[in-house]
């Protein structure tokens, strides 16, 4: 047996708990770098979070440029910043874009270097300084995770950081600041921390040696995981549809807030799977979100690995509320898979690639490119050949889950 939970110092989560953010700041530094972005900046919630932090903290600069996706000219702006304030300290606003950034600027500020130093698992040598996560979104889980993902121009795909060091120190959760967030990014990030649970508890287990939660970040589901990623599915499901439509509901942003952490905890060990690397090199091409594009491409990757994961499809049919009693586990998967179209429909995610402007003939370039994200590919539990990978693609690309099964020409 081998099982690890990677999580802060400290979790902090519930209504109101974002008075919190000042002490816990104060604690960590004197020389504080904010992150943020303009849009969350100028909201009433966390205006009033920096400025009780410049009450509390010696110096306090704001780096509120963050743009989507990380590129890596926001982390050179950011680090920069932090350099002229000689800051001892990280407090990160926003959703995972934020999020990220800070992991990343943290671990320059500490080891110097560049990101593409970085790039992989556990090339961060050591700890960072400390970081102060707040998420006001619902959905990557970054302020719970060790996996930093960026944007860099050299290449076609996004890529990852990720190690333990970069964990933040504390996360504070308070789904109080979610509740401005429009009805896309929720739908987007919601989807995004389903595929969090779901990718976390269909993952391939593994056997692993001693060394391993050093060495490596992703390390495939265990009963640890597995027990984060059904509470988290639970909540999410019979949330999701409900705070998208109406962002005012106080429960289902609270479903989301503790759906989207627990999500988070689940991956941190388990890790995502092809969806998420599939995801990389198509968002990477078309500029779409990065929860639009692994909510579209979830059921096609499970329906591919239906043979080795009948039965956990089947236990999530349950837990997100499904009456399969009586069913067989194929029966049950179907109705999960079926229960799952109707949910991303319900929120608004596309049903094929080539809504989203994918075209067919790249379809085996990506999944080339998707083959090559070991961290990730690994945990699929289904064949990850290249054209196991494509005939994933080909399904999404034309809206038919049983595309994904190859035939002889294909192969």
């Not at 504080?32 to 969350?40: A, E, G, N, P, S």
């Not at 009450?55 to 440029?65: I, L, N, Q, S, W």
């Not at 943290?106 to 110097?112: D, Q």
């Not at 092809?274 to 499970?302: F, K, N």
Request: with cysteine; charged share 20%.
């Amino acid at each position: 047996m081998l099982e690890t939970v990677r999580a802060p110092r400290q979790l902090i989560v519930g209504e109101g708990v974002a008075q919190n953010i000042p002490r816990v700041v104060a604690e960590c530094g004197s020389r504080v770098l904010i992150v943020t972005d303009r849009v969350l900046l100028g909201q009433p919630g966390v205006a009033e979070i920096v400025a009780a932090v410049r009450e509390r903290v010696e110096v306090v600069e704001v780096f509120a440029d963050a743009s989507p996706d990380v590129p890596l000219a926001d982390v050179a702006l950011a680090v920069s910043v932090a350099a002229e304030v000689d800051a001892d300290a990280i407090l990160a606003i926003g959703g995972g874009t934020v999020i990220d950034l800070a992991k990343i600027v943290g671990v320059i500020r500490c080891h110097g270097g560049t990101p593409r130093d970085f790039y992989g698992e556990s090339k961060v040598p050591g700890p960072t300084i400390p970081l102060v996560a707040v998420p006001t979104t619902s959905g990557t889980g970054s302020e719970l995770t060790p996996v930093s993902v960026l944007t860099d121009p050299d290449r076609e795909l996004k890529v990852g950081v990720s190690s333990v060091h970069i964990v933040p120190d504390f996360a504070i959760v308070d789904p109080e600041l979610t509740y401005t967030c429009p009805a896309t990014v929720t739908a987007h990030s919601g989807i995004d921390a389903f595929c969090h649970a779901v990718e976390s508890y269909t993952a391939r287990p593994r056997a692993h040696g001693p060394r391993d939660p050093v060495e490596q970040v992703f390390l495939g589901r265990n009963s640890i995981t597995d027990h984060y990623a059904l509470l988290a599915a639970e909540r999410i499901a019979r949330s999701l549809p409900h705070v998208v439509r109406d962002g005012g509901d106080k429960e289902a942003r609270a479903d989301m807030s503790y759906g989207s952490m627990l999500a988070g905890l689940a991956f941190s060990h388990a890790g995502n799977a092809a969806p998420h690397a599939l995801q990389y090199p198509i968002g990477a091409a078309t500029h779409t979100p990065h929860g639009l594009g692994v909510g579209l491409l979830l059921p096609y990757a499970l329906d591919a690995a239906r043979g080795a994961i009948g039965d956990r499809l089947a236990i999530l049919a349950e837990v997100c509320g499904l009456d399969v009693t009586d069913a067989s586990d194929a029966e049950a998967a179907d109705a999960f898979l079926t229960w799952l179209d109707g949910l991303l429909a319900d929120i608004g995610i596309p049903a094929t690639l080539a809504d989203i402007g994918v075209a067919r003939a790249d379809l085996p370039r990506f999944a080339e490119m998707a083959s090559g994200v070991t961290r990730l590919i690994q945990n699929h539990p289904g064949p990850t050949d290249t054209a196991s990978l494509t005939a994933i693609l080909e399904a999404a690309w034309l809206g038919d889950r049983n595309r994904h099964v190859l035939t002889p020409e294909d192969k």
